[in-house]
């Protein structure tokens, strides 16, 4: 499970990084709702690596059974990840 979390979670903070660092850059001169897009697929797309990191456990490492909890606690960490990668970024950002 460590390595599952580990993998997702860090791919999810890549994301979520690359795509603000576009979004603050090359977005300066956009109109502000598009930039909202901009913002809110970015979440999208990181968090996506939720639900693959759950299924990938479940399918390759759990024998295709998962409970609930389980999930629950996967799909935490994982996000736990991204958004302390996120805050360290919006910390730099702001500094």
Known sequence: MRNTVLRYGVYSAI???????????????LDYSIQEVIGYTS???SLLFVFFGIKYFR???NDGVISFGKALFIGI???????????????????
């Not at 994301?15 to 001169?29: D, K, R, Y």
């Open 15 to 29: 994301t979520i990084c690359v795509l603000s660092f576009a979004g603050w850059f090359l977005g300066q001169h």
């Open 43 to 45: 979440m999208v797309v």
């Open 59 to 61: 399918d390759k490492e």
């Open 77 to 95: 960490l994982i996000s736990l990840i991204a958004a302390l990668a996120f805050g360290v970024l919006d910390v730099i950002y702001i500094q």
